[in-house]
């Protein structure tokens, strides 16, 4: 059973881009991070406008396609933290731990697009 209702999962996604653009000053990220983590900030916030539920905007992709592009992307970071930024270790701990949140999320997410009005046990 999904306990993430389509209008939560919304909530979240701009809740994450909040944390995403806070983290570089809260966690005193190096320049180089800094730039990637407002990258990432950048592309989630735009995943969220286009995307087809609730708190989208434009509504131009639909529901199932932003939770198979939020697994790539959080399979993409717990990969990044150990090649790419394997020397990095605050990089490598910010981003191994936000792709663990954000895999559950999408685990848990229901991308079923007819039950965005409907509520889910969790909203």
């Known amino acids: 059973m999904k306990l993430i209702s389509p209008k939560l999962h919304g909530i979240i996604d701009y809740m994450l881009v909040i944390f995403l653009f806070l983290s570089p000053v809260v966690f005193s990220m190096t320049s180089e991070t800094s730039s990637q983590v407002y990258t990432i900030a950048v592309v989630q916030m735009l995943l969220t406008i286009i995307t087809n539920y609730s708190y989208g905007m434009f509504r131009a992709i639909p529901?199932?396609?932003?939770?198979?592009?939020?697994l790539a992307l959080s399979v993409g970071m717990v990969v990044a933290a150990f090649t790419v930024l394997q020397y990095d270790e605050r990089a490598k701990g910010y981003y191994t731990g936000l792709g663990i949140f954000w895999f559950i999320i999408v685990v848990f997410s229901d991308y079923n697009k007819d039950r965005d009005g409907i509520k889910a046990p969790i909203l």
């Open 63 to 70: 529901l199932k396609l932003h939770g198979v592009i939020e």
